[in-house]
């Protein structure tokens, strides 16, 4: 039977009560995209259109980005997993391939091991979810942000308080948390509270790690541990690309995963 290839639309879903906007194209099995923090699926539309000539894809813009939703209190990924379960089950997607970018990776993990009976093979692709350790630079910051917050408890200063905490995030390079605004500001930090570094081992499908070699916002070190850790993994390092493929060369990434499925 000849493959339906289907031009891009966009499409609504009411999942859970929220409004969710989603991307889907071409035919075939099923290719689910999670973008990053602050994107959306406007910015996986080239890698879409070449990985449609193969796959179904779909790309959801994610709760709390793009045209969807916010959810209805502070998420972590837990609830970020069960809400992707509800959504794939929503669009009767079972044994799919998964692709998380950055934050979409982390979700993509947890989703793995929660629910690997409906992934073929995870695709993590410059993927968050490992915290670094602190050096003395970063102690010293957290300890500043501790007298901080002693400093501006008097009632007088408290209005100050969110603007000094904005200063401590981006110390720690968390630039996105102050442009988060309400519930997505807490939903950022129970995100950034998990490390799914003992996690990891627990992913037991067959996975592609892709990794930008020039990666300043994950570096590449991450993507050895991941690598170390996913026992059925393999790694891919696009050299001089940083932290997104899918506008810097999103013709090599939709190369670098459709080879995966070569002999």
Request: hydrophobic share 40%.
């Given at each position: ?53 193969k796959f179904q894809v779909i790309c959801p813009d994610l709760p709390g980005f793009g045209k969807s939703a916010p959810p209805p209190e502070a998420w972590s990924l837990t609830e970020y997993s069960q ?181």
């Amino acid at each position: 039977m000849k493959n339906f290839k289907r031009a891009m639309e966009e499409k609504e879903a009411l999942i859970e009560n929220l409004k969710i906007n989603y991307k889907i194209a071409g035919g075939g099995t099923p290719f689910l995209i999670l973008h990053g923090w602050g994107g959306s699926s406007d910015s996986w539309k080239i890698v879409i259109e070449i990985l449609k000539e193969k796959f179904q894809v779909i790309c959801p813009d994610l709760p709390g980005f793009g045209k969807s939703a916010p959810p209805p209190e502070a998420w972590s990924l837990t609830e970020y997993s069960q809400w992707l379960k509800k959504f794939s089950d929503y669009l009767r997607l079972n044994d799919f391939f998964l692709l998380g970018h950055s934050f979409g990776g982390r979700i993509a993990v947890k989703f793995s091991v929660f629910y690997p009976e409906k992934i073929k093979a995870l695709f993590l692709c410059n993927s968050a979810g490992i915290k670094e350790k602190w050096g003395l630079k970063e102690k010293a910051i957290f300890l500043l942000a501790l007298i901080g917050n002693a400093i501006f408890s008097p009632k007088f200063f408290r209005r100050l308080q969110d603007r000094a905490r904005n200063i401590f995030y981006r110390f720690l390079r968390d630039r996105d948390y102050g442009k988060a605004k309400g519930v997505m500001k807490e939903t950022m930090k129970k995100i950034l509270e998990e490390d799914l570094l003992p996690t990891l081992s627990q992913v037991r499908v067959k996975t592609l790690i892709i990794w930008g070699e020039k990666d300043k916002i994950v570096p590449l070190k991450h993507a050895f541990l991941f690598k170390e850790k996913i026992k059925n993994s393999r790694l891919e390092i696009l050299p001089g690309i940083r932290h997104s493929p899918h506008l810097e060369a999103p013709e090599k990434l939709a190369q670098t995963i459709t080879n995966f499925f070569s002999p």
